[in-house]
């Protein structure tokens, strides 16, 4: 019988970026993202400026993430977002999220959202502690391509980027 590959991330490094979207602020155990992205998804068009680059479900965490059990009750802060090479002109209820330069494991995932915990479980459980990698104090984010199938869709793709030191 064949083993399954894990999956292993491209490691990249990025200057520093900027977003223009919405937050709020949410724990995994009354999970908001679809109520983020349902106001801020019909506006993205209002947004000048943007990379051609889809759009990015952000987590920002605070100070603390890496030194505490992460836990469902955990909060955080979720953005819905897009990449922008200007920040002028920013449409009324969205903000600016800059993100630092720095180093990524970039995976990617493929499948439906309802099956994605099983993804991040092998990433922070299995090769983080193994890779010899530790995370840095940056946003974590998924970025759903242009051609993106859809959170529901089983043959949908993303990428997702984990800080680095």
Known sequence: MKKISEPQPEIKETGA???????IQTQLSENRTSELWQ???PRIKEVEHRVPSGSFSLQVYFHDFMKEVFTPFTVFEKWAGVEVSDTSNIPTAMEI?????GRWAVFTYKGTAANFHIFAQYIYGIWLPTSGEQLDNRP??????????????????ELVWIPIK
Do not use: K, N, T, W
Request: aromatic share 12%; glycine share 12%; no cysteine.
């Open 97 to 101: 999220l800059h993100i630092p330069a």
């Open 17 to 23: 970026r900027q977003f223009v979207g919405q937050r």
């Open 140 to 157: 974590h984010f998924e970025q759903m391509l242009p051609d993106y199938l859809g959170h529901g869709h089983p043959d949908a793709e």
């Open 39 to 41: 106001g801020f998804a």
